[in-house]
C-alpha cells in the first residue's frame, strides 16, 4: 500500500514538472505601458522645428549633416486607455508626433531615447510617407535602407509618396482619428474607386529595388488635418528616384492599363445634350502581347470590362433600349481610351519610364530579343508603338426596367 502511495506522489510531481513550464506566459513580455508605439513615419527635406532649435540654443548638438526631418506618430496609451476603459471621450488626441532632423535614420530613432522616458518601438508600423522633394533627391535604396534592415520593422508597412510635407499627412482635425491608420484604411477602398493604386508595402518594394524596376507609388496630398489620394509618384529603376507625378485622371489611365482595378466608375457625356452617363466598374482585365518583328517591337493591350449603367439623366423613367446600352457603352470605351491615352502619353514620351510592365512582358514572350536589348530597354521605350483595344459590356441595370 504505501509503494503504491509513493508511486501516485511521484507522477504527480514528474506530471507538475511537465505542466507547469507551459502555464508561465509571455517568457519575455514588455507592459505597453512601458513602451511608445510607433504607427506611422513622415520622411521631409530638412526643417528643424521649433523645439529642435532652442534645444540647440541651449546646448544639444553633435556631428551630423541637416538632411531630413524625420517624424514618428507615437500612439497615445493613456489616451488609449481611457477610451478602451468606457469613459467619456477625452478631448487629447490619440497621438502625438515628434520630430528629430540629421542624416542618419538609426541615429535619429536612439535619439528619442535622450527626450522621452519610453523606448520607441516599431512592431506595429504601418505606413511610411516620403516627400517629393526627398524622394527626388535620394534613391529609395537610401531613403529606405534601415527599414530593409532592421528586424523590429514590419515589412507589411505601406509606402507612400507625399506632394508636399509628409508630416502634414500625420495630422487630424478630429480627435477621434489616427492619420496613419487612416491612411492605411483608405487603401481598402479601392473597390469603390480607381484612383487608389494596388498597396505597395516594404516587402514588394524591396524587390523592385533590387531588381533595378520601375514602379508606381500611390501619391497623397493634405490639407487642413485632411489628407486626400490624389495621382501616382512614378520611380524610375536604375536610380530608384522620384521621376515624376501623374495626375489622377493618368493614374486611373494606368489602372485600365493594368488591369489591377477592383470596382470604381467611368463618366462619359451623351454626344447630343452633354448629360453625364456613369459605368460602374463590376471587373476589368488586360492583357499585353509584345510583338517583334526583325528590330521592331510593339505592344497591344486588351482591355476588357463589365459594369453596371448606375447614372444616367437622359430617360425620365423610361425603359432602356439596346440602342442607348451601346451608345453608353461607346461612351464609356471612348472615355477609357482617353484616359489610357494620356497615361502612356505621360509615361513614355515625358518621363520614358516603364512602370506598367511592357519590358516584363517582351522578356517573357520574347527572352531572346529581350536579352538582346534589356540594357538599353529605357532608352527605346518612349518610341516603342502601343495600341490599345477596349471591350465593356453592361451587363446590370440597378432597378431600371430595360426593353
Known amino acids: ?34 513602451q511608445s508605439i510607433y504607427v506611422g513615419m513622415g520622411l521631409d527635406p530638412a526643417s528643424e522645428t521649433k523645439l529642435e532649435k532652442t534645444f540647440r540654443k541651449e546646448g544639444s548638438d553633435y556631428r551630423k549633416r541637416k538632411l531630413l526631418t524625420y517624424t514618428l506618430q507615437i500612439i497615445n496609451v493613456q489616451s488609449e486607455s481611457q477610451h478602451s476603459g468606457g469613459q467619456a471621450p477625452v478631448s487629447a488626441r490619440p497621438y502625438y508626433n515628434i520630430s528629430e532632423t540629421g542624416d542618419s535614420m538609426f541615429q535619429l530613432i536612439r535619439e528619442f531615447s535622450t527626450r ?171 492583357k499585353i502581347d509584345a510583338k517583334v518583328a526583325g528590330d521592331q517591337i510593339s505592344f497591344h493591350v486588351s482591355i476588357k470590362s463589365k459594369g453596371r449603367l448606375i447614372e444616367e439623366w437622359l430617360n425620365n423613367n423610361e425603359p432602356i433600349d439596346p440602342a442607348f446600352k451601346k451608345q453608353a457603352e461607346a461612351g464609356s470605351q471612348k472615355e477609357v481610351r482617353r484616359l489610357t491615352n494620356k497615361a502612356l502619353k505621360k509615361l513614355q514620351k515625358q518621363y520614358g519610364t516603364d512602370v506598367l510592365g511592357f519590358g516584363k512582358q517582351l522578356s517573357i514572350q520574347h527572352p531572346r530579343k529581350w536579352e538582346k536589348i534589356k540594357d538599353r530597354w529605357e532608352e527605346l521605350f518612349p518610341d516603342i508603338p502601343i495600341t490599345v483595344s477596349i471591350d465593356m459590356e453592361i451587363t446590370e441595370y440597378g432597378a431600371k426596367i430595360t426593353r
Open 116 to 286: 522621452m522616458e519610453r523606448p520607441v518601438i516599431g512592431h506595429h508600423l504601418k505606413v511610411i510617407v516620403i516627400n517629393e522633394k526627398l524622394s527626388r533627391k535620394y534613391s529609395m535604396n537610401e531613403l529606405l535602407d534601415f527599414f530593409l534592415r532592421d528586424n523590429d520593422i514590419r515589412p507589411s508597412c505601406l509606402i507612400l509618396i507625399s506632394k508636399g510635407s509628409a508630416r502634414g499627412t500625420m495630422v487630424a482635425k478630429d480627435n477621434s482619428i489616427i492619420p496613419s491608420f487612416r491612411l492605411t484604411g483608405l487603401v481598402d477602398n479601392r473597390y469603390r474607386s480607381l484612383k487608389i493604386l494596388e498597396p505597395m508595402t516594404l516587402s514588394k518594394l524591396e524587390g523592385k529595388i533590387y531588381g533595378e524596376q520601375s514602379y508606381l507609388l500611390q501619391n497623397v496630398i493634405a490639407a487642413d488635418g485632411e489628407v486626400k489620394f490624389s495621382g501616382g509618384a512614378v520611380i524610375k529603376g536604375k536610380t530608384q528616384k522620384l521621376q515624376g507625378l501623374l495626375t489622377e485622371e493618368e493614374t486611373i489611365g494606368c489602372v485600365w492599363l493594368t488591369g489591377k482595378g477592383v470596382g470604381g466608375l467611368v463618366k462619359s457625356y451623351h454626344e447630343d445634350n452633354h448629360q453625364p452617363i456613369v459605368y460602374e466598374v463590376k471587373s476589368m482585365k488586360s
Open 1 to 34: 500500500m504505501r509503494i503504491r502511495h509513493q508511486a501516485k506522489r511521484s507522477f504527480l510531481i514528474a506530471l507538475c514538472a511537465l505542466v507547469l513550464p507551459l502555464q508561465t506566459g509571455c517568457w519575455s513580455k514588455d507592459e505597453i505601458e512601458d
